[in-house]
């Protein structure tokens, strides 16, 4: 049975019925791949969103994240959220203030917000902890869902907060909840690919699964690259490449009639009044498709 692209609606819709898929990406190929595996969300940047990626995921919900600190302004922000939508976008994350998302959100624009942990706010919880572990602070995520509602967001990531808070947050929200650390009572799970595949050389947070260590495989690959590398120096060093399989030939007959102008000294010059065999230089000299 073939994939139809889930829609906004859709999402709202199916909200509390079952645990859907999301997954933050950085290349095509993993677009590619997540297409491919059936996930049914995934995020990108917005410098990484471009009409190839629609392509290669024709089935997957993308949401196109608008980069924090590099859109200044709301009217920026539009403009780039426009944009997204032009290549394909069905949503974007903003984690702007409320009138950014209001803006967005009354332009037409499916607005993804974010409650709970904001990493690019880390700075006010101290670092990076997570929140929600206390009555006064999981009635502040509350109160943060509440106003996203408010200001036309369909959906939010809550990050990091308690899975029975979340858990109660969901159930009394129109939010359509995206987990990320937060346990399995949103209405998404969400985690990174390079957590996934094991490409990331930093911390791996606890909520994270590694499934696949390409990191060991890209240094596999990398010792063999330098190996090749170190295989072709010493070919070319000791005589053996290139070898007659890798050289072109020419017909000796014409071989012998170049060597024998190079022999004569005949100087051929570039105004077209020297010729081999009769052929004005100018005519040899012009470009051969």
């Not at 009635?139 to 109660?168: C, H, K, S, Y």
């Not at 909840?177 to 930093?202: E, H, K, R, V, W």
């Not at 690259?225 to 010493?234: L, P």
């Not at 052929?279 to 012009?286: D, F, K, L, N, S």
């Amino acid at each position: 049975m073939s994939r139809v692209k889930p829609t906004v609606a859709d999402l709202i819709a199916g909200k509390g019925q079952r645990q859907l898929t999301d997954i933050f990406v950085l290349s095509l190929e993993e677009v590619r791949a997540v297409e491919e595996a059936g996930l049914d969300m995934l995020c990108l940047p917005d410098e990484t969103m471009s009409r190839e990626v629609r392509e290669a995921a024709p089935t997957t919900f993308i949401i196109a994240a608008l980069a924090y600190g590099v859109h200044a302004t709301t009217d920026e922000y539009l403009r780039m959220g426009m944009a997204m939508y032009r290549l394909g976008a069905d949503a974007v994350y903003c984690a702007a203030g409320l009138d950014t998302v209001a803006r967005l959100a009354a332009e037409g624009l499916a607005v993804v917000g974010h409650i709970g942990f904001i990493p690019t706010h880390r700075t006010w919880y101290g670092g990076y902890r997570a929140t929600g572990k206390t009555a006064e602070s999981a009635l502040r995520v509350w109160r943060q869902a509440r106003a996203l509602e408010d200001a036309g967001a369909f959906a939010a990531e809550i990050e990091l907060v308690p899975e029975p808070v979340a858990a109660a947050i969901s159930q009394r929200s129109s939010l359509f909840l995206i987990s990320m650390g937060s346990g399995a009572g949103c209405d998404a799970q969400y985690l990174f690919s390079m957590d996934i595949l094991g490409t990331n050389t930093g911390h791996y947070p606890r909520h994270s699964k590694k499934y696949r260590d390409f990191q060991a495989e890209y240094e596999r690959l990398h010792s063999e690259r330098v190996a090749a590398y170190d295989e072709y120096r010493a070919d070319v060093e000791g005589g053996a490449y290139p070898a007659a399989e890798h050289k072109l030939q020419i017909d000796e007959s014409e071989l012998a009639k170049f060597i024998e102008v190079l022999d004569t000294g005949e100087d051929v010059g570039n105004d077209g009044t020297t010729s081999i065999g009769g052929v004005p230089w100018t005519e040899i000299a012009r470009p051969q498709h």
